[in-house]
């Protein structure tokens, strides 16, 4: 069971991978991008180093994203026309 766990989580995370760099639109990579870090905590979990999963989770996941997420929505804003 969890050599089949390993692997479903490591196609999972090259999946993310390959989707986060073929995704055009920026938003959605972003969250393609989520998605292997969620799996890279899942690879994490199975060999035995929760810490390490939950650090992933919570600083990679949860922190960084946020920012990354606030940056792209930031500089990819409306334009609006008549306002100098």
């Known amino acids: 069971m969890e050599m089949f766990l390993f692997w479903f989580c490591g196609a999972a995370m090259v999946l993310g991978g390959l989707m986060t760099v073929f995704q055009r639109n920026t938003v959605v990579s972003a969250v393609w991008l989520i998605f292997a870090f969620v799996s890279a905590a899942g690879i994490y979990a199975l060999l035995q180093a929760p ?34």
């Open 51 to 84: 810490f390490v999963a939950v650090l992933q989770v919570l600083v990679y996941a949860g922190a960084i994203m946020v920012l990354f997420l606030f940056v792209i929505m930031m500089l990819l804003g409306p334009v609006l026309e008549g306002v100098r």
